[in-house]
């Protein structure tokens, strides 16, 4: 998951060395937070949140599978 | 000379799709193997200017999500990451496990039922709101039924057809 997320992000933004997914266990859900240099930040949100979302959807995939619920927060 | 610049000229913008879509199929790639998903991606469908890239395999199902959302969701990633650049752009669509053709004969079933109720009764049926490419495939499924016309009203995401009696 924390793999498919970076390459996501990586792929987006135009600093892919400044991007940084940790991962906060949680007893419901794993949250995904991402840290993205500050240009880059509008790449990975996107008007009203579309990018983000977009993102959350896709992260959706691979939980479906471990039936867990993922989290992914975008950092600033 | 003429000649050659005016080919040179005539192969550049295809010449320059084919890199787009050579981008597009390798970040589907990195996403099949980055998914921790038992699946691959294959180009499964070319146009000039646009391409369908679906995911096979044991675990694709897990792409599609509800009224194949994930898909979409990856094909609006992945045109902002092939796009980048600016200059030609290149429409990117998913499928995994089938699924499109699956759902486009369920949505052509559902539109002829619908033409049909709207003939017996004179009324509009309206349908739930659909992606630009699916209301595609509404429409085109009742250009040759005689008596009804198609149309949509709202915005995307939310934008739907409505199926009308023909005036």
Do not use: C, W
């Not at chain 1, 509008?42 to 691979?62: H, P």
């Not at chain 2, 499964?44 to 995911?55: K, L, R």
């Not at chain 2, 199902?61 to 609006?76: K, T, W």
């Not at chain 2, 902002?80 to 990117?92: A, D, F, H, S, T």
């Amino acid at each position: 998951m924390k793999q498919l997320i970076e390459y996501l992000v990586k792929a987006l933004v135009d600093e892919p060395d400044q991007v940084q997914i940790s991962e906060v266990p949680g007893d419901e859900a794993t949250t995904y937070e991402v840290r993205v240099a500050p240009d880059d930040l509008g790449k990975v949100i996107g008007k009203q949140g579309r990018i983000a979302n977009a993102l959350r959807t896709v992260a959706k995939a691979a939980a479906m599978k471990d039936k867990k619920k993922v989290y992914v927060e975008i950092v600033a | 000379m003429a000649g050659d610049t005016s080919n040179s000229k005539e192969e550049a913008v295809p010449a320059g799709m084919q890199a787009l879509k050579e981008r597009a199929l390798a970040f589907a790639q990195g996403v099949a193997e980055q998914s921790g998903l038992q699946m691959t991606a294959r180009l499964s469908h070319e146009e000039p200017d646009g391409v369908t890239i679906a995911f096979e395999g044991a675990e694709a199902r897990y792409m599609v999500g509800r009224n194949g959302q994930i898909l979409d969701a990856l094909a609006y990633l992945a045109s902002l990451v092939v796009n980048r650049r600016g200059g030609p752009r290149l429409r990117v669509i998913f499928d995994a496990d089938g699924y499109r053709a699956h759902r486009e004969q369920t949505l052509r079933n559902l539109a002829k039922e619908l033409s049909e109720q709207v003939l017996a009764t004179g009324q509009e049926a309206v349908l739930d709101p659909l992606s630009p490419l699916e209301r595609r495939i509404v429409h085109q499924a009742l250009l040759e039924i005689p008596g009804v016309r198609t149309y949509s009203e709202g915005e995307d995401p939310e934008r739907y057809v409505i199926i009308s009696p023909a005036a």
